[in-house]
T-cell receptor, first 110, second 115 residues
Framework: DAKTTQPTSMDCAEGRAANLPCNHS???????VYWYRQIHSQGPQYIIH???NNETNEMASLIITEDRKSSTLILPHATLRDTAVYYC???????????FGTGTRLTIIP | GAVVSQHPSWVICKSGTSVKIECRSL??????MFWYRQFPKQSLMLMAT?????????EQGVEKDKFLINHASLTLSTLTVTSAHPEDSSFYIC???????????FGSGTRLTVV
């Protein structure tokens, strides 16, 4: 699996957009970028995933650079409930094990 | 959406006893399930991959005789921590791979405390 690099922590004001970067410079052409988050003492929650194109769902948007070496997860209007650790993971296929890095601890500030 | 139900959510046991944690897929069949362990302020560490009807594959450093995994049906996988010791106290999380979407859904986790 390609490795990912994320900032250890970030703060964001409530109501503003939270932009979480992820570097995956060694990603292969067939590897997807997945984002999960873990709220304290809960199991991880799926947010979004993509291969090449930018993606948007009800939770977030995923912007992948043209060379696919980095991506940004955008939470458009952050709320206090978005405080969590966010993990960026790259992998190839279903049934392939997910390897979690240290993630980014996002704190939403009132 | 696909839901994985994990029980119990927390358990306290005496040192030397065994504890079983269940993970059920409620509205889909899970051919493959994963078991993770998470210590305080650390990331999730994969312990083993469980495939229905076959033996689990353990990650390096995980004792297969201590952490028994059974995946006897397409909707149930269990993790048994045998002869638990205080150092086994941790947050255990199961996950199931979703066919089609390629994503994964996670259980809510089990907080194990061994006293």
């Amino acid at each position: 699996d390609a490795k990912t690099t994320q900032p250890t922590s970030m703060d964001c004001a409530e109501g503003r957009a939270a932009n979480l970067p992820c570097n995956h410079s060694t990603i292969s052409g067939n590897e997807y970028v997945y984002w999960y988050r873990q709220i304290h003492s809960q199991g991880p929650q799926y947010i979004i995933h993509g291969l090449k194109n930018n993606e948007t769902n009800e939770m977030a948007s995923l912007i992948i650079t043209e060379d696919r070496k980095s991506s940004t997860l955008i939470l458009p209007h952050a709320t206090l409930r978005d405080t969590a650790v966010y993990y960026c993971i790259v992998r190839v296929t279903a049934n392939e094990k997910l390897t979690f890095g240290t993630g980014t601890r996002l704190t939403i500030i009132p | 959406g696909a839901v994985v139900s994990q029980h119990p959510s927390w358990v306290i046991c005496k040192s030397g006893t065994s504890v079983k944690i269940e993970c059920r897929s409620l509205d889909f069949q899970a051919t493959t399930m994963f078991w993770y362990r998470q210590f305080p302020k650390q990331s999730l560490m994969l312990m083993a991959t469980s495939n229905e009807g076959s033996k689990a594959t353990y990650e390096q450093g995980v004792e297969k005789d201590k952490f028994l995994i059974n995946h006897a049906s397409l909707t149930l996988s269990t993790l048994t921590v045998t002869s638990a010791h205080p150092e086994d106290s941790s947050f255990y999380i199961c996950s199931a791979a979703l066919q089609g979407s390629g994503g994964y859904t996670f259980g809510s986790g089990t907080r194990l405390t061994v006293v």
